[in-house]
C-alpha cells in the first residue's frame, strides 16, 4: 500500500488541480498536488515537502479530510487529503503536463484518477 498526501490548495475561491504527464502511471488523469510519504516523514512533512518539488509552494494545512483507499489494477493506495493555502512561492509548473486554477464547482469536468473522486465529493459537501 502506498501512502499519499495531496493538497486540496485553496486562493480567490479557487482550487489549484495538476494533470499528470503522460509518461507517468495514470497518465493525462487530473490530481491534486502531492506524493508518497518517505520513511520517518509526517503526512504533514509529506505534503510540505511534495508541493515544493512539484509547483514551487510553500503551503498551510488547514483541515484533513477522510482518507481514502483505492486499488487499481497494478497498485493500491491510500490518499490523505488536506485543505491548504499558500503561504509563499511562485507558482511553477515542475513535473505535471498541465496546472489549473479552478472553480470549484467545475472540478468534476475533468478526467480525474478514479481515486480522487471522494475526496471531490467531500470536498464539495463541507463547502456548502
Not at 86 to 100: A, D, F, T, Y
Request: net charge negative; hydrophobic share 35%; charged share 25%.
Amino acid at each position: 500500500m502506498i501512502h499519499v498526501a495531496c493538497a486540496i490548495i485553496e486562493k480567490d475561491q479557487q482550487i489549484l488541480i495538476c494533470q499528470r504527464s503522460a509518461s507517468q502511471k495514470l497518465p493525462l488523469k487530473w490530481e491534486f498536488p502531492g506524493g508518497k510519504q518517505e520513511l520517518n516523514e509526517t503526512l504533514e512533512q509529506c505534503l510540505i515537502r511534495e508541493v515544493k518539488e512539484e509547483i514551487n509552494l510553500d503551503i498551510l494545512i488547514h483541515q484533513s479530510l477522510s482518507k481514502v483507499e483505492y486499488h487499481y489494477p497494478d497498485f493500491s493506495l491510500t490518499l490523505y487529503p488536506y485543505i491548504c493555502s499558500i503561504k509563499s512561492g511562485e507558482l511553477k509548473n515542475l513535473e505535471h503536463e498541465q496546472i489549473l486554477w479552478v472553480n470549484p464547482t467545475d472540478l468534476f469536468r475533468y478526467d480525474w484518477a478514479n481515486a480522487d473522486l471522494p475526496i471531490i465529493e467531500e470536498y464539495l459537501r463541507t463547502k456548502r
